[in-house]
């Protein structure tokens, strides 16, 4: 894979540049060092993918993304050590388009380098996403759905079921900022992202917000008024009694949590109604999913093109009829509203299939 380097730090680039001595299968397209000349250096060479720090002169990290993605899009991986100086920047920049966030690899005191593996591993699930790398492993992966299920017809018990992607935190920030406080739905939200960026993003979207966000918990139970977040590099699962679970399983599914893999055993155990919502992302991660909800009964809604910032998890729902709706991110809100069965928010309406 082609790599493309921005940084403006010397010992950060040494170090990455120490990671890719041991990793033939990788090399260094170009090393920027900043955002403005990262935008120029995209535009002459197109790497397959940019690693890309965040705090830098001249242009920062999130304006990189946003510009790069809009005049030469590619792959991008947010590599930093840490958001605590300025909150809020890798969900910016994953709003703008970056894939993900993962911590930046340090060299330690013994000379060794640490975080190499976290880096090398999130890279090879991105070369699998994008189709670089081992082309074996492109073929998207097999997701276990429930087959025959009969519609759910229990409206004590509701939930709203995100998922998202390349895009996501804008586009929940959009959506989750304009429900009412009164909202009495279940709201659970699966974005792919690197576990240890979650609880940053958790606190961002709640100061944000008039619904209380929080991380999904082991053994947690959907909570009507609460937004509640996946937070693992595995996947997550409701289970028969109606609880969380964190699991490996699948673990040839390279999107992680796996949008798919959630919404699949909600369809299979969740008694009540609901709403299914794909949003902007790279891949075809949930799209089997949401056509199982639909199938199930719920209302499912996929966000359009032109407000997605990757049109790919959306597009692959849409081709397959998973969605009774193709709606930009400003109007998933009020249609969630809307479909509400009473002014007190108890339920979602059932949808014909």
Known sequence: MKIAIVEDSATALESLRLVFDGSPEHTIAWVARNGAEAVRMCGQQQPDLILMDLLMPVMDGVEATRRIMAATPCAILVVTATVSGRPGMVFEAMGAGALDAVPRPVVGRDGRIKGAEALLNKIGRIGKLIGVGDK???APPAV??????????????????????????NALLTILSALPATLL???V???HMEQKFTPGLVKWLDKQIN???RIIEEGDAPEAGKILVASTNDHIVLTGREKFHYTPEPADNYYHP???????????????????????GMGRDGAKGLLTLRQRGWHTI?????TSVVFGMPKAAIDIGAAHEVLSVDAIAPQIVNRMMDRKGYGFE????
């Open 258 to 280: 796996s949008v798919d893999v959630f919404f699949c055993s909600v369809a299979e155990y969740w008694p009540g109604s609901g709403l299914g919502i794909l949003l902007t």
């Open 185 to 187: 739905a279940a709201v």
């Open 136 to 138: 074996k492993s492109v």
């Open 302 to 306: 996929a966000q359009d093109q032109a």
């Open 144 to 169: 276990s759905c429930p087959e025959t299920l009969p519609p759910t017809r229990d409206g004590r018990k509701s939930m709203l079921a995100i998922g998202c992607s390349t895009g996501g935190p």
């Open 350 to 353: 059932q949808s014909q299939r």
């Open 211 to 213: 619904l209380p966000v």
């Open 189 to 191: 939200v699966i974005q």
